[in-house]
């Protein structure tokens, strides 16, 4: 005889439905967030491509913009963002990656110029709290890609802020590390009710963490 819970665990065990994992998420205090992420020996590897898979689910069910591998207890240098079509409404130049996600192994981040932004922040490891982060304006990175393609872009704005964010996890590098005024630094209830009036270049408004 088989019990209805077995017969539900074969169902899932069908090659017609795709195995999920949505990954617990890392938080502020854990190890894994404090060390440097060793880099990715094979970027076309088919457990790098199930991470990857994992994290977007991960991503997605959490409402994020961006993840990196040490936020779901992976030690290596593998991060994944996306630029939210709205962040580029007002104020920031059209950009051809908008709305994309994308796959950066290895990524190593330098600043073009040494112009720097002010801009509200979140992470998915340090629920609830927002803060102001100053970040280079415009950035290059160059990483590798599921495939194994060389990744070369430069990046300014959102998209800049994001890559930098999410690299510092590789790091060991929080947020709230490079804040210079830790009185920007509160809850995002709080913050939402009695708006700062900080010289941020971003509005505060509903921001997906990362
Ligand atoms: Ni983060």
């Known amino acids: 005889m088989i019990g209805p819970a077995i017969r539900l665990s074969l169902a899932i065990k069908s090659p017609h439905i795709p195995p999920m994992a949505i990954l617990k998420i890392a938080r502020m205090g854990h190890p894994v967030l404090r060390r440097p992420a060793d880099p990715v020996k094979d970027p076309t590897a088919p457990d790098i491509r199930q991470l990857v898979h994992d994290m977007l689910e991960t991503m997605e069910d ?5 993840l990196a591998a040490p936020q779901v207890h992976v030690p290596l240098r593998l991060v994944i963002f996306h630029v939210p079509e709205k962040r580029l409404a007002e104020g920031e130049p059209p950009d051809p990656e908008a709305g994309k996600v994308h796959v950066l192994i290895n990524p190593v981040v330098e ?3 040494d112009e ?3 801009g509200w922040e979140g992470c998915l490891s340090v629920p609830g709290l927002r803060g102001v982060v100053p970040r280079w304006r415009k950035v290059r990175y160059r990483a590798v890609g599921l495939d ?3 990744i070369e872009r430069e990046a300014e704005g959102f ?3 994001v890559v930098q964010h999410e690299c510092d996890h590789l790091d060991g590098v929080l947020y709230p590390m490079r804040m210079n005024d830790l009185s920007l630094l509160g809850f995002e209830e709080e913050m939402g009710r009695y708006p700062v009036g900080s010289s941020s270049e971003e509005e505060e408004e ?3 963490d990362v």
Do not use: W
């Open 148 to 150: 194994g393609e060389a």
């Open 116 to 118: 720097t932004d002010l």
């Open 62 to 66: 959490a409402d994020g913009a961006g």
């Open 159 to 161: 998209h800049a802020r």
């Open 206 to 208: 509903e921001e997906e």
């Open 111 to 113: 600043p073009i110029g």
